[in-house]
């Protein structure tokens, strides 16, 4: 399923991980974790009345409509356009009422999930439901919200996934995602779940990256699955306080309905330092130029720290 390569700078353990299925790689060098870059976070003041345009008094003033005049709208969520789009079909979920809620509710979540999967449903091209949560993980906005996305061509890590999953089934004969189970569920990074389960990354693509599974390839096939996995990202989330991460990033990736063979809709969790006065970021030249992640935490670390929770 993957490669590792261990070898020693000096006197201090590296590795050096690749994705069999995708070609994806990353270094982990555990001893980075004693710079103690991460600072506990900055507490976000509260917003001065109606400078805040997804709190509850200013979203319908604030925020566009869909061309029939609506917004979608499932308990606490708020669904519409995004004024700012990359992608033919960009739209925005407002998760909470709540402007800096902390913690989040499975049905928070799982409504936000299936509010942004309606405002992308039907869109031709390749699906995704994404979440930067605190300025350090890109979040423009404290106000906790999700972004649908649909583009004509798959982001280079869907692509890869596309294509390496629809090559595993034709060389095995059974789907990767079913092979990935079996492999990991007696691993140390296997977390937790049945129907969707959810495992520490033996590749992470950044720091403490937990992947849920979902027996389903498309969006439309993945919904009946959201309240596990809203379930699950509670959770994961509640790891990553513990661990004193606050901010993170979130994207679930789905296949087109009835084209992408082999493909299993996937949900990836990255933790991201916390937002902090001197502006440090875990994001520098090898994630971004030479598009390998370096990170501090093994996964099988993450998975006996989970279940020790």
Sequence with gaps: MFVIERSRCETRPIEFRRE?????SCTISPTRLSRGLNHPPVPTPAPAPGSCPFCPDQVERETPAFPDGSRIRRGES???????????????TVITRAHAPGRFEPRQLA????????????????????WNYLHSAGASLDHPHLQGVVMDRPSFVHARHLAGT??????????????????????DRFLFGDEVPFLASAVPIGEREVR???????LEEAVP???????????VLALYRDLGSHAFNVACFFGRPGRDRGFSAFCSVISRINPNPDSISDSA?????????????????????????
């Design 78 to 92: 708020v669904t519409f356009p995004n004024l700012y789009p990359y992608a033919p079909c960009h739209t925005v």
């Design 166 to 187: 629809a090559r595993f089934l034709s060389r095995n004969g059974r789907p990767y995602r079913e092979a990935l189970v079996e492999y990991e569920a007696s691993s």
């Design 225 to 235: 699955y959201f309240e596990d996995l809203a379930a699950g990202l509670c959770r």
């Design 285 to 309: 030249f090898m994630e971004r130029l030479h598009l390998h992640p370096v990170v501090m935490t093994l996964p099988e670390e993450l998975g006996r720290f989970c279940r020790m929770g």
């Design 20 to 24: 069999r299925l995708t070609g994806l």
């Design 111 to 130: 409504d936000a999930l299936l509010g942004a999967a309606e405002s992308v449903a039907g869109a031709p091209g390749f699906a995704s439901i994404n």
């Design 212 to 218: 849920a599974l979902l027996p389903a390839g498309s």
